[in-house]
């Protein structure tokens, strides 16, 4: 049997700093959850920091379906329903195309291939904002404007560079004797994709896949900026709940809100965060 490694002094100092990190860093999460589940007189009555003493789903409730966002008390509901028709077709789209830009960039290079790619490299470094004019010009003449399927092609479009570069640097990792004999046993280039290169990209499909549901879940200016009374995601709806006046501020309700808002992308890291990270360790040393 191997022998388990000594805790040095310097491996527990890291430890501890890590820990204190750590601390640090789910404290905001912790002073969330705890609110969302305490009643409003206990939260004027006891510690931030205090457990709940008597937990309650109540918050949660009235954030659901009760909270009212302006004029409308109809909670998160419709605007979480609105992120999931959004993000679901976006981060499909998005990750297929970047598939395929990469495949085609890294492996059927062309005349101008670098060119391409280095102008596609621009989508990811533009700020935003200076998007948004244009694009709602875009949308306008499509007839897509305040629509969840304009916000689906707004995030397609701003999404195909940053997942480009992912497959197409991960691509360029790959032997590229494996296309060539592929070729030479008249593999076409659809057959290639699917059967070969497909197969050995769960790594980066992965990251690819937790970075664009991420950004595009918790995207607050496309959803406002973009975004109709009956499309609206569920940022500006946890927005304008929070910025909603009342006689009474429920600071439960606030937290359980956020929590919901927060929720699907808490659970894609705690289910996928492990091969996120084998992912990125990937795709660092490819090409």
């Known amino acids: 049997m191997m022998a388990r490694p000594r805790l040095s002094p310097a491996r527990l100092l890291l430890l501890g700093a890590l820990l204190l990190f750590a601390l640090f860093f789910l404290a905001p999460l912790y002073v969330m959850l705890s609110a969302s589940l ?3 007189d206990e939260i004027r009555n006891t510690s931030l920091l205090a457990l709940p003493a008597s937990p309650s789903l109540q918050a949660w409730a009235t954030a659901w379906s009760a909270a009212c966002t302006g004029t409308d008390c109809g909670g998160l ?25 990469g495949y085609v960039l890294s492996k059927w290079r062309f005349r101008g291939s670098e060119l391409l790619f280095a102008l596609m490299l621009f989508g990811v470094f533009m700020p935003m904002q200076v998007v948004l004019l244009p694009m709602s010009q875009v949308l306008g003449w499509l007839g897509l404007a305040s629509s ?25 990792g790959l032997p590229d004797e494996l296309i060539k004999a592929a070729t030479l046993d008249g593999a076409s280039f659809w057959q290639i994709f699917r059967r070969i290169v497909l197969p050995l990209s769960a790594p980066i499909l992965v990251v690819t896949l937790i970075w664009q549901f991420t950004n595009i879940w918790n995207d607050f200016l496309y959803g406002v900026v973009f975004s109709g009374a009956d499309s609206k995601p569920i940022t500006v709806g946890l927005n304008n ?47």
């Open 77 to 101: 509901k419709p605007f979480f329903l609105n992120s999931l028709l959004m993000v679901l077709p976006a981060v499909g789209i998005s990750t297929s195309l970047g598939a395929l830009n």
């Open 241 to 287: 709940l929070a910025n909603t006046s009342s006689s009474v501020k429920e600071y439960n309700v606030d937290m359980a809100a956020a929590m919901i808002a927060g929720l699907p992308t808490l659970l894609v890291y705690a289910l996928a965060g492990k091969y996120f990270v084998r992912g990125l360790t990937a795709g660092a040393v490819k090409g």
């Open 38 to 40: 305490k009643s409003m």
């Open 148 to 172: 969840v399927w304009g916000l689906i092609l707004v995030h397609v479009l701003a999404g195909i560079p940053s997942t480009t570069l992912f497959f197409r640097n991960y691509y360029a």
